[in-house]
């Protein structure tokens, strides 16, 4: 299983970027696909999650509102469309799928990096 994260760049704050995530190799036990985050100095936070199966979105509260997830499970890919970015919204974005053998994110993507600039 292969996950490659893309779209991130510098984007004024305010604005919008859409990231994407390409999953290569998953099997029957993958359930969902989340995104994840990490700020400078900070721990890896969660963002947001789409389930697979079902479409069923969920988010931290920081970004709800804001951030929409969706999946294309015809191209094996994951989005998170995020607008109205803020100076906190800055970090290094990963995407990882979790799988239903244990129901923890088994396998991670490289990160793409988001900076919002004032």
């Known amino acids: 299983v292969q996950l490659q994260a893309s779209g991130g760049g510098l984007v004024q704050a305010g604005g919008s970027l859409r990231l994407s995530c390409l999953v290569s190799?998953?099997?029957?036990?993958?359930?969902?696909v989340g995104w994840f985050r990490q700020a400078p100095g900070k721990e890896r936070e969660f963002v947001a999650r789409?389930?697979?199966?079902?479409?069923?979105?969920y988010y931290a509260d920081s970004v709800k509102g804001r951030f929409t997830i969706s999946r294309d499970n015809a191209k094996n890919a994951v989005y998170l469309r995020m607008s109205a970015l803020k100076l906190e919204d800055t970090g290094l974005y990963y995407c990882?799928?979790?799988?239903?053998?244990?129901?923890?994110?088994?396998?991670w993507g490289q990160g793409t990096l988001v900076t919002v600039s004032s």
């Open positions: 190799g998953r099997t029957l036990s993958s359930v969902a």
């Open positions: 789409v389930d697979l199966g079902n479409g069923g979105e």
């Open positions: 990882a799928l979790q799988e239903s053998t244990n129901y923890k994110y088994n396998y």
